[in-house]
């Protein structure tokens, strides 16, 4: 079956501009989270959706960061006024229940500021 | 402070020999370790969690609670085994992970 996708899968922007990342989980799954992934930082953990709500926003980096869910599906993690320390790629991953190690992962999107 | 650390950011070791990845974490109640790899244009995947006690693709991982480690192991590397590898802890009730930093294994012909 379809398993997480996110898109883009790149994104070039230039510093100051919005971005808007999309991920679509896999059908079904109630827990869906977002990480960055960098150089030297390894996997950071940015906010987690059960259903629509976010129990956890603690690792969003500052309050350019927010993030939605809609309809227990689709999660859009929005980055307003980008700066090239946000150059990272942002995974997403869903679960199909409680379990937090059950992570399915997308491919990512490679974000870059200029 | 870092609840999950690997300490080392790169490790090569020759094909056939043996490879240790380290991990060390901070966590006072009981916690549930995990293992996932990332391979070169692969996605993010679970490769083994410390409750199920299993070997899988030949590695094994023991949690040892007096030295707050669960390191990754493998008698005999394969090429194969090139990759991203990230130590997670999942803390009781938290229903999230804290990954380390990560530690890419080069296993060299």
């Known amino acids: 079956g379809a398993g997480v996708s996110q898109s883009p899968s790149n994104k070039v922007t230039e510093k100051g501009k919005d971005v808007e990342l999309r991920c679509d989980p896999i059908?079904?799954?109630?827990?869906l989270y977002w990480y960055r992934q960098s150089l030297g930082q390894g996997l950071e953990f940015l906010i987690y959706f059960q259903g629509n709500s976010a129990p956890d926003k603690s690792g969003l980096p500052s309050d350019r960061f927010s993030a939605e869910r809609t309809g227990g599906s689709v999660s859009t993690l929005t980055i307003q006024r980008t700066q090239q320390e946000d150059s990272a790629v942002y995974l997403c991953?869903?679960?199909?229940?409680?379990?937090?190690?059950?992570?399915?992962f997308g491919p990512g999107t490679r974000l870059t500021v200029t | 402070a870092q609840r999950v650390t690997q300490p080392e950011k790169l490790l090569s070791v020759f094909k056939g020999a043996p490879v240790e990845l380290k991990c060390n974490y901070s966590?006072?109640?009981?916690?549930?370790l995990f293992w996932y790899v990332q391979y070169s244009r692969q996605r993010l995947q679970l490769l083994l969690r410390?409750?199920s006690r299993e070997s899988i693709k030949g590695f094994t991982a023991d949690l040892n609670k007096g030295e707050t480690s669960f390191h990754l192991k493998k008698p005999f590397a394969q090429e194969e085994d090139s990759a991203m590898y990230y130590c997670?802890?999942?803390?009781?009730?938290?229903?999230?992970?804290?990954f380390g930093k990560g530690t890419k294994l080069t296993v060299n012909p």
């Open positions: 991953a869903s679960t199909p229940g409680e379990a937090a190690y059950e992570q399915y």
């Open positions: 410390h409750i």
């Open positions: 059908s079904g799954h109630t827990a």
């Open positions: 966590y006072s109640g009981s916690p549930e």
């Open positions: 997670a802890l999942e803390e009781g009730g938290s229903e999230k992970l804290v």
